[in-house]
């Protein structure tokens, strides 16, 4: 997924940045790290070793390859910017001069090198940059180039589709992504619980709104201050649920479309937190959680899981114990996938990011071994990053995906995400429940008394 063409790396949204940040230590990287979105093309070439045919050893022999190229060995790196290189050269660490350089790194090979895709040339890239200047190296990956590789090759490419978006998109009366009010009585798509919205016109949203709006693109474009993102999120919410109301059921790509931020868990999860408690939406997430961590015990307890289960297992766990599994009707589905054996961030097999137009929004967790590398939010082609790999906070943003989007449940998910909407965020939930969801319901409801 390539995951940023401007972006600014930040810091997760429990920690609101009034000032430059000073980036991780190698030991903490984990904790802190904001990968961005990666957003692939379908006539981008996937990050890939190359074919026996075409060695790295074969394109070393090269002085200048078919696709007008260097071998990867022989790509130069840029001349950064004065001030830049002597910040780094002062090994001075900070989440503007890492982004800065990203950037001027961005420019410099969509500039000079625009065919540039194979994993080699990254991997090269990424090698002499940390060579050059060690200050940009973190201890997250299989060597202390990956992070600065990742995130790279995520701005590259997504840099490509964005262009390629551009260039190709036509308008069509008939489009999916229209933004006018639908008039064909179509029932949506999704069923979900008791949540329901007030009734709202469509208005034209004000000038005022629009030129918020156009803030928002220009934001993410350059700074991504995530504090002057959350305030123009703040002061557009109302108008944003009013246009929300002329899409077609099931959609979210116009959404993230017109509000790039979304791309980036924290801007849903702060969306989420502040449509349910306005005046403190810290306190809103503080609520949740907690509820949350409770449930997590009691399904560890009722599965026998140890003390030591990892909070994916319990996830898992707890999904089962209140999915329907017998009896007539549409039986439960995981909206919970999880992607083993992926060696580093840069290895990611983007497949597993793919999803169908108005598909609903569920989980996929890429692991190396028993490490959580990454978790994404999938939909309606679209991919929603979590920038924390904390699965808490994973399970909070599937949820809040529902909410802030406006998205019905579907039937195969419903049941475990109505127990969630029921339990953690404080919504009752409605609709028919199976005798597992019943059941596990009041052995929680007695945990709650005691």
């Not at 790509?75 to 350089?101: C, H, M, R, W």
């Not at 590789?149 to 229209?178: A, H, M, P, Y």
């Not at 993102?229 to 108008?239: E, Y």
Request: aromatic share 8%; charged share 25%; proline share 6%.
């Amino acid at each position: 997924m390539a995951l940023a063409d401007g972006e600014e790396w930040t810091l997760p949204d429990q920690i609101i940045i009034e000032e430059i940040p000073t980036l991780p230590t190698l030991p903490s990287l984990q904790a802190i790290q904001e990968p961005e979105l990666i957003v692939e093309n379908e006539n981008d070439n996937e990050m890939s070793l190359p074919t026996k045919v075409e060695t790295v050893a074969n394109l070393a022999c090269r002085t200048v390859l078919p696709n007008g190229l260097p071998p990867p060995d022989k790509i130069s790196v840029p001349d950064l910017s004065p001030s830049l290189k002597l910040a780094l050269q002062s090994g001075e660490k900070s989440a503007q001069i890492f982004n800065q350089t990203l950037k001027e790194c961005e420019i410099f090979y969509t500039t000079k090198y625009p065919t540039i895709a194979d994993s080699a040339y990254y991997q090269a890239i990424g090698k002499k940059m940390i060579t050059k200047y060690p200050s940009l190296a973190y201890a997250d990956g299989t060597n202390p180039w990956s992070f600065f590789v990742f995130k790279l090759g995520q701005r590259i490419r997504t840099q490509r589709w964005r262009e390629n978006r551009k260039s190709k998109r036509q308008v069509n009366d008939d489009d999916d992504d229209s933004e006018t009010p639908s008039t064909s009585g179509v029932s949506k798509k999704f069923r979900l619980g008791s949540k329901t919205k007030e009734a709202t016109n469509n208005d034209i949203p004000s000038e005022d709104w629009n030129n918020h709006v156009t803030e928002i693109q220009k934001e993410w474009e350059g700074k991504r201050s995530v504090v002057h993102l959350r305030t123009l999120l703040d002061q557009t919410r109302a108008g944003r649920s009013k246009w929300m109301t002329s899409l077609k059921a099931g959609k979210i790509a116009p959404v993230i479309s017109k509000f790039p931020c979304f791309e980036e868990g924290i801007f849903v999860l702060h969306e989420f937190y502040s449509i349910r408690n306005k005046a403190n939406p810290e306190k809103a997430k503080n609520d949740m959680m907690t509820k949350l961590e409770s449930l997590f015990q009691v399904a560890s307890k009722q599965k026998s899981l140890p003390e030591e289960a990892p909070e994916l297992d319990i996830l898992q766990a707890l999904e089962d114990l209140v999915s329907k599994k017998k009896g007539k009707g549409q039986k439960s589905k995981s909206c919970i996938k999880v992607v083993k054996n992926v060696l580093s961030l840069e290895n990611i097999p983007k497949k597993h990011l793919d999803s169908e137009k108005e598909s609903p929004p569920s989980l996929i967790v890429f692991k190396n071994e028993d490490e959580v590398l990454v978790i994404y939010i999938v939909a309606d082609g679209c991919q929603i990053l979590d920038t924390t790999r904390c699965i808490r906070t994973a399970v909070m943003l599937l949820i809040a995906s529902y909410y802030v989007f406006d998205l019905d449940y579907p039937a195969i998910y419903g049941q475990f995400l109505g127990f969630l909407q029921h339990w953690v965020v404080g919504d009752i939930f409605t609709q028919n429940k199976c005798t597992n969801w019943i059941n596990f319901s009041e052995q929680y409801r007695a945990h709650v008394k005691k």
